[in-house]
């Protein structure tokens, strides 16, 4: 656990941030950019509200979001032919690029993990993160750890 902590605190709490290629793709945009970006692509134009509900972000966040990708040609938006207060967001071409390159990049590190785990252990990974990811989401207080040398053991429930 200790290593993980401290990985996280190298890496300004950026678990992928020592990798080159996500440097190079934070250097153009923000994360925050490029779920928006990454969101479009694989559902489709969207209105802000459903965009900013795909975020979990309020609609004031989503809206200076989609300007600065709107500034940087990313993306587009238009009133909805069907009604005028809302407003459509688009891929332009050249965020479609943008987005396909950081779904290569995300691949190409999932790949990596296929080819350093086993089945049974990339099951069990992703069993852990699940679980992880789980845990991060629900309310409810909070337990101090305290620091160990040592391994701890686990016991998973499925």
Same mark, same amino acid.
């Given at each position: 656990?200790?290593?993980?902590?401290?990985?996280?605190?190298?890496?300004?709490?950026?678990?992928?941030?020592?990798?080159?290629?996500? !440097?190079?793709? /934070?250097?153009?945009?923000?994360?925050?950019? *490029?779920?928006?970006? %990454?969101?479009?692509? @694989?559902?489709? =134009?969207?209105?802000?509200?459903?965009?900013?509900?795909?975020?979990?972000?309020?609609?004031?966040?989503?809206?200076?979001?989609?300007?600065?990708?709107?500034?940087?040609?990313?993306?587009?938006?238009?009133?909805?032919?069907?009604?005028?207060?809302?407003?459509?967001?688009?891929?332009?071409?050249?965020?479609?690029? !943008?987005?396909? /390159?950081?779904?290569?990049?995300?691949?190409? *590190?999932?790949?990596? %993990?296929?080819?350093? @785990?086993?089945? =049974?252990?990339?099951?069990?990974?992703?069993?852990?993160?699940?679980?992880?990811?789980?845990?991060?989401?629900?309310?409810?207080?909070?337990?101090?750890?305290?620091?160990?040398?040592?391994?701890?053991?686990?016991?998973?429930?499925?």
């Amino acid at each position: 656990m200790q290593q993980l902590y401290d990985l996280f605190l190298k890496t300004g709490l950026r678990p992928f941030a020592f990798l080159t290629d996500t !440097l190079q793709l /934070e250097q153009k945009v923000t994360r925050s950019d *490029l779920s928006t970006l %990454l969101i479009l692509q @694989f559902r489709g =134009d969207l209105t802000m509200s459903d965009l900013a509900a795909e975020m979990g972000a309020p609609l004031s966040s989503m809206t200076s979001i989609a300007k600065r990708l709107e500034r940087k040609g990313y993306i587009a938006r238009a009133t909805s032919p069907q009604d005028q207060r809302v407003k459509l967001v688009t891929l332009t071409q050249e965020g479609k690029e !943008l987005a396909k /390159e950081w779904e290569r990049v995300m691949l190409s *590190l999932l790949g990596k %993990l296929e080819t350093a @785990f086993t089945t =049974d252990e990339l099951e069990q990974f992703i069993s852990l993160l699940l679980k992880a990811s789980k845990v991060f989401q629900e309310e409810g207080p909070i337990k101090e750890i305290a620091a160990s040398n040592g391994p701890i053991k686990i016991r998973i429930d499925e």
